[in-house]
């Protein structure tokens, strides 16, 4: 049980597009989620906190415009990175919590050319 | 605020012997600390959960310890094996209700045979 899944696991897409990536929890309801992103043999940097219903929580220094955040549902939340560019290329992981532990999805390689 | 520490980034051994990886925090005692696996370009993957109340956990070769005074929790593997090459995090509980666990930057352990 507690399986996180991510789609799509790799994107390539042009400077100036956007690109949304989805977040599933496939057996659990998860009221929250979190979004990280994680540079080549970099720590993960938690970017916000998605919240079903409501507004998501951006961690300082993260622009709101710039990733789009949406929890439409218990089970899904999606990430669109708009006007995308070639620094905002990286690793971006989901986890979502289920009785006091994170799972994590399995990851997005975002490359922007 | 709660700092967590992971005090190698790397550590080396040969197969068969021992790891033992350290994670350390400097404000309030969790109400509990996991540790986590994270492969090259996957999401972390949850290993163990340890509670305040409880001194040790194992799950197969894994064990890990949990040291309120010290600060301290400790994560072995034993008798590793070149598949155990990874890098492992700590990570602690937030104390808020639907806020992100806190993590460590990790240690990468590499198993020679």
């Known amino acids: 049980g507690a399986v996180v899944s991510q789609h799509p696991s790799r994107v390539i897409c042009k400077s100036g597009t956007s690109v949304k990536i989805e977040c599933r929890s496939l057996?659990?309801?998860?009221?929250?989620m979190f979004w990280y992103r994680q540079f080549p043999k970099k720590s993960l940097m938690l970017m916000a906190t998605s919240n079903e219903g409501s507004k998501a929580t951006y961690e300082q220094g993260v622009e709101k415009d710039k990733f789009l955040i949406n929890h439409a549902s218990l089970t899904l939340s999606t990430l669109t990175v708009t006007s995308a560019h070639p620094e905002d290329s990286s690793f971006y992981i989901c986890?979502?919590?289920?009785?006091?532990?994170?799972?994590f999805g399995p990851g997005t390689r975002l490359t922007v050319l | 605020s709660q700092k967590i520490e992971q005090n190698s980034e790397a550590l080396n051994i040969q197969e068969g012997k021992t790891a033992t990886l350290t994670c350390n925090y400097t404000n309030y005692s969790p109400a509990y600390l996991q540790w986590y696996r994270q492969d090259p370009g996957r999401g972390p993957v949850f290993l163990l959960l340890?509670?305040?109340?409880?001194k040790e956990k194992r799950k197969e070769r894994l064990k890990v310890t949990f040291d309120t005074t010290l600060k301290q929790s400790l994560f072995h593997i034993t008798a590793s094996q070149p598949a155990d090459s990874a890098t492992y995090l700590c990570a602690l509980d937030p104390r808020e209700a639907g806020t992100a666990l806190i993590f460590g930057k990790g240690t990468t352990l590499s198993v020679s045979s």
């Open positions: 340890i509670r305040e109340n409880e």
């Open positions: 986890s979502a919590t289920y009785t006091d532990t994170q799972y």
């Open positions: 057996d659990f309801q998860a009221t929250t």
